[in-house]
């Protein structure tokens, strides 16, 4: 891996980091994490998109001895385009940047769309990858107790 790439990793590690830090529930799942916002090896559970209640993104996380399950409940207009969704759903790495303005297609005018502030761009180990543009409203973790 070449320096400047290093440094691409890294910065999106911070941006991660800080982000997640400004989060509700977000400071609970960076002390899991020790301090910061490396997913390595986490897994995708389940995402649940529901229209009239919460949408979740669910991540089986480990500090190294316990593993946890956060949950980030997503708001907002949702986009979605997740690939290859398995029995085992591993990332290498979870990485959430502020969004800009995407274009408003002519059938999403008139139904208030707004889209999400966020991409989370879930990369590949083994399983699901790919993006999800959403709002996190805030973050929950729980002990797996699997």
Known sequence: MSASSLDDVEGKLNETT???????????LLARLGGVADFHDAEIVSLTLDRSGAST????????????????????????????FSHQNVINRLTIRRREERRIEPWEVGVGVQ??????????CFGA???IRANIERIELLDDET
């Open 115 to 124: 889209p999400g502030e966020f991409e989370l761009t879930l990369e590949p």
């Open 18 to 28: 800080a982000l997640l830090g400004s989060m509700p529930g977000g400071a609970d």
């Open 57 to 84: 993104l669910v991540l089986k996380v480990t500090d190294g001895t316990r593993q946890a399950l956060a949950s980030l409940v997503l708001k907002q207009w949702i986009d979605v385009n997740l690939s290859g």
């Open 129 to 131: 990858h790919g993006t």
